[in-house]
């Protein structure tokens, strides 16, 4: 019976496999996937590779004979099975009248000239002999600009960018659709593959009414880019008038950049004209320093963006959210070594939100101190729990980040609204906790409450927020009920 002593590591395979923490992902790789019990979790690839390895090693050291591997993989290929069955189960069918969100973008409002594309403005339906009405994709615009190098082929289906740099500006708009049923806020669901080393043993198909796909990708000028934003713009709605940018931070891909910005839209219920910032990122783990490269090289491009948006444009409320590695960009243009900035005189930005900053904490604290004010808010969201932030700070050589709280105490300086979130962080197994600005409804819900109101400071807008006194002055922690 030695030939079983691989069953428990079958066993764990088939978990990982049937509850959606699947190792290889195309497109983003900054994703929380479902456990199918409505809790999140995150694999890392390396996890998983791991597993597979002691499967594929295992002869020499548990197992006595080639016929107890074939057993080893049977196991795993069942397990494989139930995956494939389980992925293919119809998802439940949500109603018609509760379908689209609040937040949620109608294909008939989007301007006609930007978007003469093949998405339709009808629900999104099986492709059965009765299809269910019922089951219907939220579509979200989402008006980008970047600076990375375009790898668009004749072969491709639309337009793609990758992680080599550009000098030259480049904006457009997609449309991405976005399940309605069957996803918790926070989540991205993208199709998964699973492969042992070269090999791909199942790749889950695309599928809009389970996955964020893109609808719809066009490149346009930056006159046009302006006009069908001040265009869609025009539209009534809750949070008329206001725009959002959103700046993702390292080991980011375009196409994951774009996802992540129209689910942040859609989970805080923000119906205004939404953007994405795009700058060059690896997309890898391993390019940490030509990321922060990267971003030093992108601050010119990252505010002429942010200037077409404020002057070309009809928006009167102007919102920057800026993640991770993500922060040095808007820090750096908005906060300059040397001179003033640019973007510190446009009248209608309002808020720069600071999520996870990767950031050194040294350097936020002189800048913001040997400033004058600037006339828009700063909002800084840290958390002590944020391993990734933990992984840059051993690159920054013990430097802490401007995201971290170390000794229980966040960067606290004059003119910044600094929320310690680690309370809200839940435990999640190899869990990075690094996008919790992003999946935690409290946190998206204040985001939007500031947005729309400007109420600040953060205790007066949540009862979740409460004030704390430090010798270096005030800041705020997340306090659950």
């Known amino acids: 019976m030695t030939g079983w002593r691989l069953a428990p590591l079958a066993v764990l395979s088939a978990r990982l496999v049937v509850f959606g923490a699947v190792p290889q992902f195309r497109g983003s790789r900054d994703v929380i996937h479902s456990d199918g019990l409505g809790h999140a979790c995150f694999i890392p690839a390396r996890a998983w590779k791991s597993c597979m390895m002691r499967i594929m090693n295992c002869r020499s050291r548990h197992i006595g004979s080639w016929l107890s591997l074939a057993r080893a993989l049977v196991l795993f290929c069942c397990a494989l099975s139930i995956a494939a069955c389980s992925q293919n189960i119809t998802t439940a069918s949500i109603s018609a009248g509760t379908a689209l969100r609040e937040g949620a973008v109608s294909t008939a409002s989007l301007p006609a000239p930007a978007f003469a594309l093949a998405a339709t403005s009808t629900p999104l339906v099986k492709k059965s002999a009765a299809p269910d009405k019922n089951e219907v994709v939220d579509i979200i615009p989402v008006f980008w600009g970047t ?66 796909t893109f609808a719809s990708m066009e490149s346009m000028s930056l006159d046009g880019f302006a006009e069908s934003a001040s265009r869609y713009g025009n539209r009534k709605g809750r949070f008329e008038d206001h725009a959002l940018v959103f700046v993702h931070g390292y080991n980011t891909d375009f196409d994951a950049a774009l996802f992540r910005t129209a689910q942040i839209a859609h989970d805080m219920g923000f119906d205004g004209t939404v953007y994405s910032f795009s700058w060059p990122s690896l997309g890898k783990e391993s390019g940490y320093i030509h990321d922060r490269d990267s971003v030093d090289f992108s601050v010119p491009h990252f505010t002429r963006f942010l200037q077409a948006i404020a002057t070309r444009t009809n928006v009167k409320h102007l919102h920057v959210i800026a993640h991770s590695m993500g922060t040095r960009l808007v820090f750096e243009s908005v906060y300059p070594a040397q001179g003033n900035s640019a973007l510190g005189r446009l009248p209608n930005l309002e808020n720069v939100i600071l999520a996870a900053a990767d950031l050194d904490k040294s350097v936020l604290e002189q800048r913001a101190r040997g400033t004058t004010k600037p006339p828009f808010a700063i909002t800084l969201y840290a958390s002590n729990r944020d391993r990734a932030l933990m992984l840059s700070k051993k690159f920054a050589r013990g430097v802490p980040r401007a995201g971290d709280v170390p000794d229980g105490i966040p960067v606290v300086v004059p003119g910044v609204d600094t929320i310690d979130i680690s309370a809200s962080t839940t435990w999640v197994f190899l869990g990075a906790y690094h996008n919790t600005y992003a999946e935690k409804s409290h946190v998206l819900g204040d985001m939007a409450l500031l947005m729309k109101t400007g109420v600040r400071p953060p205790d007066l807008r949540s009862p979740t927020y409460r004030s704390v006194k430090a010798s270096q002055g005030v800041f705020w922690r997340y306090v659950s009920n």
Do not use: C, M
Not at 155 to 183: C, H, M, N, Q, W
């Open 147 to 212: 600076n990375r190098r375009e790898t668009t082929t004749a072969d491709s289906s639309r337009l793609k960018f990758g992680a080599e740099r550009s000098d030259e500006l480049k904006t457009g708009v997609a449309r991405i659709t976005i399940p309605t049923a069957r996803r918790n806020p926070g989540e991205i669901l993208r199709p998964w593959e699973v492969g042992v080393l070269s090999w791909t043993l199942y790749s889950q198909k695309e599928n809009p009414r389970k996955h964020f």
